[in-house]
């Protein structure tokens, strides 16, 4: 118990020391071949910002172009389902048409 009360109270002394030293000293003001390299970096930065959109949208207009050529696909396909239904219903309607005849003249015989 001592031992834990003593480290407790070295722990205040510490951060009260540690709370009153100074602060640090201001940075130094950078040197121009720091500032011209952060720019070059800020630059490159930029370059690689533009260069992702770019590519973002020229992505987005190939998705754009497969999401219309789809659409077009799946018009064409229900067209040319609804022109063939269209085709078997009347050649059924012409098959009961024709078989109605044939089973009126067995049917007096």
Do not use: C, W, Y
């Amino acid at each position: 118990m001592n031992k834990l009360l003593a480290t407790l109270i070295a722990g205040l002394f510490v951060s009260g020391a540690f709370a009153q030293a100074p602060a640090a000293p201001a940075a130094a003001p950078a040197t121009p071949a720091a500032v011209k390299a952060e720019a070059k970096a800020d630059n490159a930065v930029a370059k690689a910002n533009a260069t992702e959109a770019k590519t973002d949208a020229k992505a987005d207009a190939k998705v754009e172009k497969a999401v219309v050529k789809s659409k077009q696909t799946k018009a064409k396909a229900h067209a040319k389902a609804k022109k063939t239904k269209t085709k078997a219903r009347a050649k059924a309607a012409e098959v009961k048409a024709a078989e109605q005849p044939a089973a009126a003249a067995s049917a007096t015989k």
